[in-house]
């Protein structure tokens, strides 16, 4: 029987790497959120007619809120893994194991920002880490 009283010291691999992973989430809202803005003010300046400015804010529109609406749900998802994976819940540990296999697929291109799943998937397979995950 593992003592939930003392965290797995590579618990810490995984929570400060979602914490990473929310932090980027939250900051491509804000992107989402200028380039929207940006994309519809460049079409809306090459516009030749009032049909072709509707146009534009729409896809605008869609274009930033969409941004919003997928990095929204990818930070909230991120904080409740870690809330999870804190507090030693099997849910957490599954939650965060998905996140950091799509983090690393989404990622690969990019190795600075890839290196962090990699780390909390080693923290995840670490067995002390499983253990103190399994409530």
């Not at 932090?23 to 809306?44: P, R």
Request: charge should be neutral; hydrophobic fraction near 60%; avoid cysteine.
């Amino acid at each position: 029987m593992i003592n939930r009283s003392i965290q797995p010291s590579k618990l810490s691999w995984v929570t400060v790497n979602l914490y990473i992973y929310l932090a980027i989430s939250i900051l491509m809202v804000f992107l989402s959120l200028a380039g929207g803005a940006f994309f519809g003010a460049l079409v809306n300046s090459a516009a030749e007619t009032t049909d072709d400015n509707i146009v534009g804010t729409i896809l605008a529109f869609v274009f930033g809120i969409g941004g919003v609406i997928f990095f929204g749900i990818a930070a909230v998802l991120h904080g409740i893994a870690a809330r999870g994976m804190a507090q030693g819940k099997r849910w957490g540990w599954i939650l965060s194991m998905v996140l950091m296999v799509l983090n690393v697929i989404s990622y690969i291109g990019t190795l600075l920002l890839a290196i962090p799943a990699v780390l909390g998937l080693v923290g995840l397979l670490d067995r002390d880490v499983q253990d103190y995950a399994k409530n």
